[in-house]
């Protein structure tokens, strides 16, 4: 569900001024150029670190993406952005051409527009770029007279997915018709197809749905080091039920089969083989039986292959190594009575194994021998560590958590221990994450503040200085609409545990006691309440100048917090951040002066679209009004990993868990006005958890508002539709929140 806090946080960034000359309009939020400007999408340092290369919106139509990149000389001096290649170039206006599992495949991304959607570096050098176009793969060849792009000579077809070069950039693999198939890049060569039984519930090399949205695993196969041999994962979804959506469109109505797994239901059947490149040969990588998700996968240097696997109920994840001629061999075993989670710290260094784990109470890095598995620790942070970023013979970097989690910094550690050391620029308000090119030398490094959009620059590792890197500055009028939040430490439900809370008060406030929107998200793996800045989201500032006062809050058991807090949605939704929201709301006004307690409205997306609906189908409820968007309302209709990590599953005694969460049974409970929106080609939170609600109000009698929008998936994506979505709020709230409604 990592939509959700992407749009939660689209909607919540951005403080309103009480100095604007002019006062902001939803029509200004919605158009170009965006407030905050616009950072590079898909930012990357090429392997040798010479360049760095992203996505960037056409002048003509922004919702149309371009290949560019920027030039970063020896010296590390950046030169002049350039753009490489843009959709129109190559298709030579003929319409982009997307297939349904292409699309669904963007939706996992959360990509939402079109031209060049994703990209690769070809090989270890900084020569050629790779990416798939309208059903067809293209080369970007990086020479001396400029970016020449070239069409790749491929059977017509089906499109040609998830293109992926070898290490030394002399072929590439690439799945078409769920098979895979690799191809020579030196001129002649011919495609040759690795596996034949790819099909209609066969596929070989992509992620299934399950690994793409709730394991952030979004490829399927992997080359290994000397480029001989695929590491690839073959999905059976045969056994997996069949949702058919109706795709509600204004002018049709368009039904779609769905393999979808929801809770306590058949997983799609994912097995491990290691293949060779020149002859297809294959040998299995067989796991026990108990092997329900493989999150991870790769290669070691020496040609090992390696997964790693969850049981089902994802309280058990193993690191396995499997060596020619040998058994599988674990090499290490994260367990958690609640459940592991799921991260990207494998890096191979000399002094062992880069890996993170919980066992001290908060995520920290340690080293793992490999022939042993013998751990040493090797951080010690007073907060949790959020990811190691890169590693190289001397040194990791890393990223952190400060503030009690409402602030993130970079940190190198030489891998021999130490002292951490901050990289240059730190600020104890402020959000910065990187990537780093193949050596760990050069970091691509994002930073973003409260009143400071996210911009980028090119860090070397050692040195003080960093490059300026292409993004559209913020609008002029940016900092009129800009102030500083409040941060508040309100208490949670149980009486001691401090949640994070940032309060923007109202600017008109002549009626004494002015209204109030809480936006909280309340799921798990996510946390709003930050320093970091969100792109071009406005509305707070907005809901300021039309005399609301704005509450951010994140409840126990969201994430960038110690263990103990990150694990209260063990086996209950709908409890602890119900309790602990209803318990910040009403401490608010004695916090904070001129807030009327009778006059508090909710808005939430996705689990808190959940968390909205779930607020007032409660008797005890302290919201006057409520929105929900896109909500979760039964949540055995949710998919396996996510729902079942957390309450279990519903046949194995857990049935309690999911009644409790369940929200069309509460349905005589509401008494406040709701608004429920959803998106009816919704294929993450399907449309028929809204259809459930709706009847179940409609069975007990109970009036609401509904919005529907035809063809929209779980982000609503479009100016157009988020601008009517952000209407519809504005004037909800406006009949229930204000004085005489």
Not at 26 to 35: G, N, V, Y
Request: charged share 20%; hydrophobic share 40%.
């Amino acid at each position: 569900m990592k939509l959700s806090v992407a749009l939660f946080l689209a909607a919540a960034l951005l403080a309103g001024g009480a100095h604007a000359e002019s006062p902001l309009t939803l029509e200004r939020i919605s158009i170009d150029p965006p407030l905050a400007g616009r950072l590079p999408r898909q930012a990357e340092v090429s392997p040798g670190g010479h360049w760095v290369s992203f996505l960037r919106p056409s002048q003509a139509d922004s919702e149309v993406l371009e290949l560019w990149a920027q030039p970063v000389d020896a010296a590390g001096q950046g030169g002049e952005p350039r753009k490489l290649v843009a959709a129109a170039d190559l298709l030579g206006g003929a319409v982009q051409k997307l297939s349904e599992a292409e699309k669904m495949a963007l939706e996992r991304q959360r990509i939402s527009q079109s031209g060049i959607t994703g990209y690769q570096w070809c090989g270890g050098g900084d020569g050629a770029l790779l990416f798939p176009l309208s059903g067809d793969l293209y080369l970007v060849r990086l020479t001396a007279g400029g970016p020449q792009a070239q069409k790749l000579a491929l059977e017509a077809g089906a499109p040609k997915q998830d293109p992926r070069c070898t290490p030394d950039g002399q072929a590439l693999a690439y799945v078409q018709d769920g098979n895979l198939f690799v191809l020579p890049l030196a001129e002649g060569g011919k495609p040759r197809r690795l596996t034949s039984d790819g099909g209609a519930t066969v596929s070989w090399g992509l992620a299934e749905f399950i690994a793409a949205e709730e394991l952030s695993r979004q490829r399927g196969y992997w080359w290994s080091k000397d480029g001989r041999s695929l590491l690839a994962l073959r999905v059976d979804e045969s056994g997996v039920a069949i949702k058919t959506r109706a795709q509600i469109f204004a002018d049709r109505t368009a039904m779609t089969e769905q393999r979808y797994p929801a809770a306590g239901a058949a997983n799609a059947r994912v097995t491990a083989f290691a293949i060779d490149a020149a002859t297809g040969q294959r040998r299995e990588l067989l796991l026990p039986a108990g092997a329900e998700y493989i999150a991870r996968a790769g290669w070691f240097a020496d040609g090992t292959p390696w997964l790693q696997w969850f049981t089902r109920d994802q309280t058990r994840l193993t690191l396995t190594e499997f060596k020619a001629g040998t058994s599988p061999r674990d090499i290490t075993v994260e367990t958690d009575p609640a459940w592991v989670e799921v991260h990207d710290d494998l890096i191979e260094t000399p002094k062992g194994l880069l890996w993170s784990g919980e066992a001290s109470g908060r995520r920290q890095l340690l080293l793992i021998d490999r022939a042993s598995g013998r751990r040493t620790p090797l951080t010690r942070m007073p907060e949790p560590v959020a990811h190691a970023v890169c590693a190289n013979d001397g040194q990791v970097v890393f990223a952190a958590a400060g503030d009690v989690g409402k602030a993130q910094e970079l940190y190198s550690l030489p891998l021999a221990g130490g002292r951490p050391q901050p990289l240059p620029g730190m600020d104890g308000r402020q959000w910065r994450d990187a990537k780093a090119d193949s050596g760990c030398t050069r970091l691509l490094v994002t930073r973003s503040a409260w009143g400071a959009p996210p911009r980028l620059e090119l860090r070397s590792l050692g040195q003080e200085g960093a490059i300026a890197l292409a993004g559209d500055p913020p609008s002029a009028d940016l900092k009129a609409y800009t102030n500083t939040p409040l941060a508040l430490a309100l208490t949670a439900a149980d009486g001691h545990t401090p949640l994070n809370a940032f309060f923007f008060a109202a600017q008109d406030r002549r009626e004494g006691r002015h209204p109030v929107i809480v936006m909280a998200y309340g799921g798990p793996g996510a946390a709003t309440v930050n320093w970091a800045w969100g792109r071009d989201m406005p509305l707070i500032a907005y809901w300021q100048q039309r005399g609301y006062g704005v509450l951010m809050l994140d409840t126990r058991g969201m994430e960038h917090r110690d263990r103990e807090f990150t694990r209260a949605h063990h086996h209950a939704f709908g409890k602890n951040e119900v309790a602990d929201l209803f318990a910040a709301v009403r401490e608010l006004p004695g916090r904070v002066p001129g807030v009327d307690p009778a006059r508090i409205g909710f808005f939430g997306w996705s689990y808190g679209g959940f968390l909205a609906a779930r607020a007032v189908l409660d008797a005890d409820t302290p919201f006057a009004a409520s929105v929900a968007v896109a909500p979760v309302t039964d949540w055995t209709l949710y998919d396996t990993a996510y729902t079942e990590r957390y309450l279990g599953l519903p046949e194995d005694g857990k049935a309690a868990a999911y009644a409790g969460a369940n929200l069309p049974a509460r349905a005589a409970l509401l008494n406040r006005p709701l608004l429920l929106m959803h998106g009816t080609a919704d294929d993450n939170v399907l449309f028929e958890h809204t259809l459930r609600l709706v009847e179940a109000l409609q069975t007990a009698g109970k009036t609401f508002d509904l919005q529907i929008y035809p063809g929209k998936a779980h982000g609503i994506a479009g100016r157009a539709a988020r601008l009517h979505l952000y209407r519809t709020m504005d004037a909800f709230f406006e009949r229930h929140l204000k004085p005489g409604q």
